[in-house]
């Protein structure tokens, strides 16, 4: 976006709890995460801002926002898709999927099973792309958005107050927290448990109370939400994959000359490849964080996860891909032979 359409905006103090780089550039981004500036998603976007100005010579500026102080991530989705205070966000795969139907995809539990296979996906070469990766763009394009850049992958445990889940028949009659997904209700559901819907900031009380007995939920998450206090055992089943997307203006950007976009991307690349890393670090503390409150940490087998892929993978895929047109049919085809011959 051209610098002299954005100064109004970028004076009336709009950008709290950001960082700016510099206010000489040619196009000006504002990309904005609900994560903290310290977070692994935080540190990223901080390394795509220094990259992006040294790369274009800072010709093209970001502007950016960490801990939601421009909205939540449904509202930082919208505002991307419109591009006029905020030109990026980055949304859960989840989120997505309520504006570009085709992310429904990445709700399938087991389709992703590893964080190496998330990275040879989105970036095969090094970079950001593949006949995945294509479609996906093309689809996004429609909704006025582009992908900018894949973090790696997280997954889901299932992480519990009291009872230890160790096969699908633990899961019995147990009270589950649950996020707004069609999808993860109807796993929760086929495994013979009861789902309440609540927001995340409600989960530590709810789970202090009994209202609820567990969760499904990446350790990484639990933890940042101090969710580890309050728990008694987490199984890492990989129980579905989480992913966290970066998400651009696609007008904004495509107002940006090739060169520009070429280096700009450069940049988004290397912010995640450079810092793949903290995300494994932050696992390995936070299960460490796990185990110093004295909570079973569980690492299921191959067969223990077979048992639960056989129970929840036909009726989520089913209900992720309903109403899928034909261009979002094609690409989940393409999707699952990429992943079959990673």
Do not use: C
């Amino acid at each position: 976006m051209k610098r002299t359409q954005l100064v109004k905006v970028l004076t009336t103090g709009l950008l709290i709890g950001s960082s700016a780089m510099t206010f000489s550039a040619d196009y000006d981004f504002t990309i904005a995460t609900t994560t903290p500036v310290n977070s692994p998603w935080g540190k990223t976007l901080s390394s795509f801002q220094g990259l992006v100005s040294e790369y274009t010579n800072e010709q093209v500026n970001i502007n950016a926002s960490f801990g939601g102080a421009l909205g939540n991530d449904t509202q930082l989705l919208q505002k991307a898709q419109l591009g006029s205070t905020v030109q990026g966000a980055q949304s859960s795969g989840a989120n997505l999927g309520s504006v570009v139907h085709a992310f429904k995809a990445f709700d399938v539990p087991y389709i992703i099973n590893s964080v190496e296979t998330s990275t040879k996906l989105f970036y095969p070469n090094g970079s950001l792309g593949g006949a995945a990766v294509d479609e996906l763009q093309s689809l996004m394009a429609k909704k006025n958005l582009r992908l900018l850049y894949v973090m790696p992958f997280e997954f889901r445990g299932i992480l519990t107050t009291e009872k230890e889940v160790r096969t699908p028949a633990d899961m019995q009659g147990l009270k589950i927290r649950v996020t707004p997904s069609e999808v993860e209700r109807n796993m929760i559901t086929e495994l013979g448990s009861g789902a309440t819907t609540l927001g995340i900031s409600e989960v530590y009380t709810a789970l202090q109370t009994g209202t609820v007995d567990g969760l499904a939920i990446p350790p990484i998450t639990a933890v940042a939400f101090g969710l580890h206090e309050v728990a008694g055992n987490i199984n890492l089943l990989n129980f579905q994959p989480h992913g966290s997307f970066m998400t651009v203006n696609a007008r904004a950007w495509n107002k940006m000359p090739a060169d520009l976009q070429e280096k700009v991307q450069k940049a988004a690349d290397e912010a995640v490849l450079e810092n793949a890393h903290v995300f494994r670090s932050e696992l390995t503390t936070a299960l460490s964080k796990f185990k110093s409150q004295g909570v079973g940490v569980i690492t299921p087998s191959e067969e223990e996860q077979a048992e639960f892929a056989a129970i929840i993978q036909g009726p989520a895929t089913k209900i992720a891909t309903k109403g899928f047109n034909s261009d979002e049919t094609h690409f989940f085809e393409t999707l699952k032979s990429t992943l079959d011959n990673i």
